[in-house]
Protein backbone atom coordinates (compact mmCIF):
# COMPACT_ATOMS: atom_id res chain seq x y z
CA UNK A 1 0.00 0.00 0.00
CA UNK A 2 1.49 3.54 -0.76
CA UNK A 3 1.76 6.40 1.45
CA UNK A 4 -0.98 8.35 -0.71
CA UNK A 5 -3.57 5.34 -0.37
CA UNK A 6 -2.61 5.16 3.48
CA UNK A 7 -3.56 8.65 3.91
CA UNK A 8 -6.66 8.25 2.13
CA UNK A 9 -8.05 5.62 4.14
CA UNK A 10 -7.17 7.25 7.00
CA UNK A 11 -9.23 10.45 6.47
CA UNK A 12 -11.90 8.26 5.66
CA UNK A 13 -11.66 6.47 9.07
CA UNK A 14 -11.51 9.89 10.50
CA UNK A 15 -14.43 11.44 8.50
CA UNK A 16 -16.37 8.07 9.13
CA UNK A 17 -16.15 8.28 13.05
CA UNK A 18 -16.69 12.04 12.78
CA UNK A 19 -19.88 11.49 12.03
CA UNK A 20 -20.86 8.21 13.79
CA UNK A 21 -20.38 10.09 16.79
CA UNK A 22 -22.89 12.62 16.38
CA UNK A 23 -21.79 14.91 13.30
CA UNK A 24 -19.81 18.32 14.14
CA UNK A 25 -18.17 18.71 17.82
CA UNK A 26 -19.12 21.96 19.49
CA UNK A 27 -22.00 24.03 18.64
CA UNK A 28 -22.73 25.74 15.68
CA UNK A 29 -25.61 27.89 14.33
CA UNK A 30 -28.11 26.24 12.37
CA UNK A 31 -30.21 29.53 11.42
CA UNK A 32 -28.85 32.93 12.34
CA UNK A 33 -30.64 36.70 12.49
CA UNK A 34 -30.64 39.07 9.69
CA UNK A 35 -31.24 42.22 9.08
CA UNK A 36 -35.07 43.44 9.11
CA UNK A 37 -37.75 46.45 8.72
CA UNK A 38 -41.16 45.92 10.30
CA UNK A 39 -43.64 48.26 11.22
CA UNK A 40 -44.52 49.52 14.36
CA UNK A 41 -47.07 48.09 16.53
CA UNK A 42 -46.84 44.74 14.60
CA UNK A 43 -44.61 41.39 15.71
CA UNK A 44 -40.91 41.31 14.93
CA UNK A 45 -39.12 37.81 14.90
CA UNK A 46 -35.60 37.26 14.99
CA UNK A 47 -34.20 34.06 13.74
CA UNK A 48 -31.30 31.96 15.96
CA UNK A 49 -31.06 28.42 16.38
CA UNK A 50 -28.50 26.04 17.60
CA UNK A 51 -26.61 22.72 17.11
CA UNK A 52 -25.22 20.81 19.35
CA UNK A 53 -26.11 23.67 22.34
CA UNK A 54 -24.11 22.91 25.54
CA UNK A 55 -24.37 26.47 26.91
CA UNK A 56 -27.10 29.23 27.66
CA UNK A 57 -28.65 31.23 24.98
CA UNK A 58 -29.19 35.08 25.32
CA UNK A 59 -29.30 38.55 23.12
CA UNK A 60 -27.67 41.62 23.21
CA UNK A 61 -29.44 44.76 22.03
CA UNK A 62 -27.06 47.53 21.18
CA UNK A 63 -24.35 45.87 23.28
CA UNK A 64 -26.64 45.69 26.04
CA UNK A 65 -27.70 41.93 27.30
CA UNK A 66 -31.29 41.26 27.50
CA UNK A 67 -31.17 38.21 30.06
CA UNK A 68 -31.14 34.61 29.24
CA UNK A 69 -34.58 33.36 30.65
CA UNK A 70 -36.85 32.52 28.19
CA UNK A 71 -39.42 35.45 29.50
CA UNK A 72 -36.53 37.92 29.53
CA UNK A 73 -38.13 40.20 32.98
CA UNK A 74 -37.58 43.74 32.12
CA UNK A 75 -38.76 43.64 29.08
CA UNK A 76 -42.39 43.05 29.49
CA UNK A 77 -42.53 42.55 25.44
CA UNK A 78 -39.70 40.47 24.89
CA UNK A 79 -39.67 36.63 24.72
CA UNK A 80 -37.10 33.91 23.30
CA UNK A 81 -39.68 31.86 21.51
CA UNK A 82 -39.24 27.95 20.69
CA UNK A 83 -40.63 24.79 21.94
CA UNK A 84 -36.95 23.09 22.44
CA UNK A 85 -34.02 24.39 24.03
CA UNK A 86 -32.12 25.06 21.30
CA UNK A 87 -33.97 27.56 19.37
CA UNK A 88 -33.34 30.78 20.72
CA UNK A 89 -35.75 33.11 18.58
CA UNK A 90 -36.05 36.72 19.77
CA UNK A 91 -39.90 37.48 19.89
CA UNK A 92 -40.76 41.66 20.11
CA UNK A 93 -44.70 42.29 20.55
CA UNK A 94 -45.99 44.90 19.67
CA UNK A 95 -43.07 46.53 18.57
CA UNK A 96 -42.33 49.99 19.36
CA UNK A 97 -39.94 52.45 17.79
CA UNK A 98 -37.73 52.36 20.81
CA UNK A 99 -36.93 48.48 19.90
CA UNK A 100 -34.85 49.72 16.75
CA UNK A 101 -30.82 49.00 17.65
CA UNK A 102 -28.51 46.26 16.65
CA UNK A 103 -29.13 42.76 18.02
CA UNK A 104 -26.96 39.80 18.17
CA UNK A 105 -28.21 35.73 19.53
CA UNK A 106 -24.71 34.61 21.55
CA UNK A 107 -24.33 31.23 23.06
CA UNK A 108 -22.58 30.87 26.29
CA UNK A 109 -19.53 28.32 26.29
CA UNK A 110 -19.01 24.81 28.66
CA UNK A 111 -18.39 21.33 29.44
CA UNK A 112 -14.74 22.27 26.94
CA UNK A 113 -16.95 23.93 24.30
CA UNK A 114 -16.57 27.64 23.45
CA UNK A 115 -19.24 30.45 23.48
CA UNK A 116 -20.15 31.51 19.88
CA UNK A 117 -22.08 35.05 18.93
CA UNK A 118 -23.81 35.48 15.29
CA UNK A 119 -22.99 38.27 13.39
CA UNK A 120 -24.46 41.57 14.47
CA UNK A 121 -28.17 42.63 12.44
CA UNK A 122 -30.22 45.57 12.66
CA UNK A 123 -33.81 45.77 13.25
CA UNK A 124 -35.46 48.86 11.59
CA UNK A 125 -39.46 49.96 12.92
CA UNK A 126 -40.78 52.28 10.42
CA UNK A 127 -43.75 54.30 11.94
CA UNK A 128 -47.34 55.07 10.68
CA UNK A 129 -46.99 58.73 9.09
CA UNK A 130 -48.39 61.39 10.87
CA UNK A 131 -50.83 64.13 9.91
CA UNK A 132 -49.70 66.18 7.00
CA UNK A 133 -48.90 69.84 7.36
CA UNK A 134 -49.14 71.91 4.83
CA UNK A 135 -46.83 75.20 4.51
CA UNK A 136 -47.91 77.86 1.94
CA UNK A 137 -45.28 79.75 0.58
CA UNK A 138 -45.04 83.44 0.95
CA UNK A 139 -44.81 85.90 -2.31
CA UNK A 140 -42.36 88.11 -1.91
CA UNK A 141 -42.53 91.75 -3.38
Do not use: K
Amino acid sequence: MGSYQVVTLLLIFVHIDHYAQGGPTGQYFISTPTNITVNSGHHARLLCTIGNMVGTCRWTRDGFALGTDRNLPGFPRYLLAGNEENICDLTIDPLQQVDEGEYQCQVSGGHGVGPISSAPVTLSVNREPGQPYIVQAREED
